[in-house]
């Protein structure tokens, strides 16, 4: 089975160096968070190991937000490196080991260099996609995005804008979470998805 969400981030954070670690952990506590989320508190980050701080990162915030959250907090800390690392593991295909169970359902979802569909069709989802509102409906109730960016895309005109805004999100999410939004975009956009998929064969 491949890398899930936690192992990718459990990975980055084992690679730094100690102090560099212990810089990360004081950045991440006064990292400004997004309305609807909880800062980790300092006492449970002091004392916490790399396993620890990923399982904090992905309870307070979610895999999504908590991903995004990682990277910013890396960059802000010059671990530039670890935070691109971070980005090209979750790009490598951690659903491919159960691919057997959900063949029909997943046999589009990475593409055989491991780019995920959603990646792959980046541009013509954003120019062909129009019915975006029940995606966002979709997106909320999994929790992939919070209430103000749900409420900033939902308001935005036309539906490009709305999809070249929801991808901005959609480039921190782990294959998990890009599948849902697959998902989505196949329940509410079956024909153009069905016609991106015969491009694929």
């Known amino acids: 089975m491949g890398k899930t969400v936690r192992d990718v ?3 980055a954070l084992e690679n730094l160096g100690k102090k ?8 991440l506590n006064d990292w400004e968070i997004k309305e609807g989320f909880s800062k980790i508190p300092k006492g449970k980050l002091e004392e916490a190991d ?4 990923a ?3 992905r309870k307070y915030y979610m895999d999504s937000y908590g991903i995004e959250v990682t990277l910013a907090v890396l960059e802000a800390t010059d671990e530039k490196q670890e935070a691109e690392d971070l980005r090209n ?4 295909g951690k659903k491919r080991g159960r691919q057997s169970r959900r063949t029909s359902e997943s046999k589009h979802l990475l593409i055989t260099d491991g780019e995920h569909f959603v990646d792959r069709h980046r541009a013509e989802l954003i120019r062909r996609v129009t ?5 966002l409906d979709d997106l909320y109730q999994y929790k992939l ?9 939902r308001h935005m005109r036309p539906s490009q804008e ?18 849902r939004f697959l998902k989505s975009l196949r329940k509410n956009n079956h024909p153009l998805i069905r016609s991106l998929q015969k491009d694929c064969d």
Do not use: C
């Not at 593991?89 to 490598?92: A, F, Y």
């Open 131 to 135: 019915l975006v509102d029940p995606i």
């Open 89 to 92: 593991n979750l790009k490598t």
């Open 162 to 179: 709305q999809m070249r805004e929801l991808f901005r999100h959609v480039e921190s999410w782990g294959n998990e979470d890009k599948d």
């Open 9 to 11: 981030l459990v990975e």
């Open 145 to 153: 995005l919070t209430t103000e960016a749900y409420d900033t895309v």
């Open 20 to 27: 560099s670690f212990k810089r990360f952990k004081n950045k």
């Open 55 to 57: 399982d904090l990162i």
């Open 50 to 53: 790399p396993e620890d701080v």
